[in-house]
């Protein structure tokens, strides 16, 4: 059951649709390459620069990941419904193809960038860079990393669970609550994420923001090198949605 919902899944996601989502980026990392080119910065900085860039991510990565969801999760495939059990394997069994889903989602925005950083030094190090807002952030992980070919793969983890995550948690709304209620509730989350990255209200509240469970240096601003409890929150709250939707799951939205 698993295999076939992976596959109904990543058949409805992986669409033309994606062409248009790989252009802009291609388009964009083109742009942050021209910002960058000055800077001395190396292939394996770029793509870790690129990776993290916040604004692509939660202004528009997030925006169409979220829609493409939306749109694949709208009608459930009653055929493999009926195949499971027990409803909560099916849920499950989303969760798993959310997992793949986000997975190759963030690797092909990640060959964009390897391909479109051809032509830059493919020394595997952190360079002394002058910092400043377009060399910040590849000077916040070299405090972290020991080469930023590590940080790029850790960076893309993180990004692929964030997403997940994010995932789960439209099922989970999606399976309990009206439609427009799930609608009101991702809005009201986007709101809080963008509301963070203006201000410093997360730093006291950290755990509600999901920017913090997308972003790698966002979590570093908040919690540094204590990040890592960002990933055992999502991975404790994807068990509480799927023991509560183990039992209220045939509670009509």
Same mark, same amino acid.
């Not at 058949?11 to 062409?19: M, Y």
């Not at 209200?201 to 509600?208: L, R």
């Not at 509560?244 to 939205?253: C, D, I």
């Given at each position: 059951m698993t295999s076939l919902i992976i596959?109904?899944?990543?058949?409805?996601? @992986?669409?033309?649709?994606?062409? *248009?989502?790989?252009?802009?980026? %291609? /388009?964009? %990392?083109?742009? /942050?390459?021209?910002?960058?080119y000055g800077l001395n910065i190396t292939y394996w900085e770029f793509v870790i +620069?690129? !990776?993290?860039? =916040?604004?692509?991510? $939660?202004?528009?990565?997030?925006?169409? +990941?979220? *829609? /493409?969801? *939306? =749109?694949?999760?709208?009608? %459930?495939n009653e055929l493999i419904q009926i195949r499971s059990r027990r409803y909560i394997n099916y849920f499950m069994a989303q969760i798993v193809s959310l997992l793949v889903i986000s997975t190759l989602y963030v690797l092909i925005h990640v060959l964009v960038v390897a391909i479109v950083g051809l032509g830059l030094s493919l020394e595997n190090s952190f360079t002394d860079l002058v910092i #400043?807002?377009?060399? @910040?952030?590849?000077?916040? +992980?070299?405090?972290?990393?020991?080469s930023p070919l590590i940080g790029s793969i850790i960076v893309s983890l993180y990004l692929i669970f964030g997403l997940t995550f994010l995932g789960a948690t439209l099922l989970f709304l999606k399976q309990l609550f009206s439609t427009k209620t799930v609608i009101f509730s991702i809005l009201s989350l986007y709101f809080f994420m963008l509301?963070?990255?203006?201000? #410093?209200? #997360?730093? %006291? !509240? &950290?755990?509600?923001? $999901?920017n913090n469970y997308i972003v790698l240096h966002h979590a570093f601003d908040v919690l540094e090198n204590f990040y890592f409890l960002f990933i055992l929150t999502e991975i404790v709250l994807i068990g509480i949605m799927c023991l /509560?939707?183990?039992? +209220?799951?045939?509670?009509? &939205?």
């Open positions: 596959k109904s899944n990543v058949e409805k996601i @992986f669409t033309k649709k994606i062409l *248009f989502i790989v252009l802009i980026f %291609a /388009l964009y %990392a083109g742009y /942050l390459k021209g910002l960058v +620069y690129v !990776i993290s860039d =916040h604004y692509y991510f $939660l202004y528009f990565l997030v925006v169409t +990941y979220i *829609f /493409l969801l *939306f =749109h694949t999760f709208k009608q %459930a #400043d807002v377009n060399s @910040f952030v590849v000077v916040e +992980y070299k405090k972290y990393f020991s509301l963070s990255i203006r201000t #410093d209200i #997360d730093a %006291a !509240i &950290p755990f509600i923001f $999901l /509560l939707v183990q039992r +209220y799951w045939s509670n009509e &939205p």
